[in-house]
């Protein structure tokens, strides 16, 4: 490892040198040469992050630099994650600089710094802090409705924001930025397989807040849900997998309103209980759409004894406010001398 670390010296002076002559083309140089060690060589990763090079890599991606300085520097930085996450954590301004990165036009530098926040939130530890920069968030969810964007770079997106929703409290502010809509419009627009999977991934985490009921409904999200749960609804078995968790999470946060949301979609309960029962569906799909099943039928029960008694309420109403129903009507019958009575027709 010292042989590891004199070259990661090595290799960080340079850009330090280059830098600080404000040398652009030596610059680019040097984060090229950082990017093919640190993808050629993973155990010189740890290295690099200990010699000092996660600050220069940063500036690449805030301050002018050619396109390719600044996807040399972001793929690096991924490279180095792998590896040191610990340290890419700790380096100062390095959220910042990765949001920077996804919001320039330069789509290999967009896509590899959000998978430098997917690799991140690998450590459950960083979740809540990653999910308080809500300027990085926004970056991402913007990557999703970026219309010149490649797969990469939405796949990318997809897997940061599903390693953000996986930490309860980030899901607010997912729904606030708008992350309901742009995941939905990829779930109906678009044909790539892996997407639309990764797109209901997601969604089926957001959907355990209770903020995302109104959002849901903005966007006929329990709708397509349902459709989508519904056999061949979905192009692939995950998929629809995918959505009945999403439904399931939408009724464990939303409680009798979300649940009488899904019942009003017609077709709702019987397609949940089709994937239930479904033989090809997987162990946890099953499971899921079995939880979800029970919850709606709980939910079908409250519904009818609510109905029931606001019947009932109302039928007390009308006794109490109208004395035709508390009294006979002096015509309607009369009495005899010997005390009985008969019925005038």
């Known amino acids: 490892m010292e042989v590891k670390l004199h070259a990661a010296r090595t290799l960080v002076g340079r850009l330090r040198g280059a830098a600080a002559v404000r040398d652009a ?20 990763r740890a290295p690099l992050a200990d010699a000092g090079a996660v600050p220069y890599l940063a500036s690449q991606l805030t301050s002018p630099s050619t396109s390719a300085s600044a996807e040399d520097a972001a793929a690096a ?25 996804m919001r320039a036009e330069e789509y290999a530098a967009a896509h590899h710094a959000a998978a430098t926040v997917a690799s991140l939130l690998c450590v459950d530890a960083y979740r809540p802090i990653v999910g308080a920069k809500r300027p990085l968030l926004a970056a991402l969810v913007a990557l999703l409705r970026g219309s010149g964007r490649g797969t990469r770079a939405t796949k990318d997106a997809l897997k940061a924001l599903f390693g953000v929703a996986l930490y309860p409290l980030n899901r607010a502010a997912l729904v606030e930025l708008g992350a309901v ?46 459709d989508l749960v519904e056999p061949g609804g979905a192009a692939t078995g995950r998929a629809r997998e995918n959505a009945a968790s999403a439904l399931l999470n939408l009724v464990m946060a939303g ?76 015509a309607s019958a009369t009495a005899h001398d010997d005390g009985s009575r008969v019925t005038l027709g």
């Open 25 to 44: 083309t030596a610059t680019a140089a040097a984060v090229a040469e950082l990017r093919r060690a640190s993808k050629d060589d993973p155990e010189i």
């Open 77 to 101: 930085l991924l490279n180095i994650s792998i590896s040191a996450r610990e340290q890419l954590m700790s380096a100062p301004g390095i959220l910042d600089a990765l949001a920077a990165a």
């Open 181 to 226: 809509r742009a995941l939905f419009a990829l779930v109906m627009t678009d044909g790539r397989t892996g997407i639309v999977e990764d797109a209901t991934a997601v969604v089926a985490q957001v959907a355990g807040c209770a903020e995302s009921l109104a959002a849901f409904a903005g966007v006929s999200g329990v709708r397509i849900l349902v």
């Open 255 to 330: 409680g009798e309103r979300a649940a009488a949301q899904v019942l009003a979609v017609g077709g709702a309960e019987e397609a949940v209980r089709e994937l239930a029962e479904d033989g090809e569906a997987s162990p946890r799909g099953k499971a899921k759409a079995g939880s979800l099943l029970r919850a709606l039928e709980e939910g079908a029960a409250v519904v009818k004894r609510q109905r029931e008694h606001r019947f009932a309420d109302f039928l007390n109403g009308l006794v109490h406010s109208d004395p035709y129903f508390s009294s006979p009507s002096p």
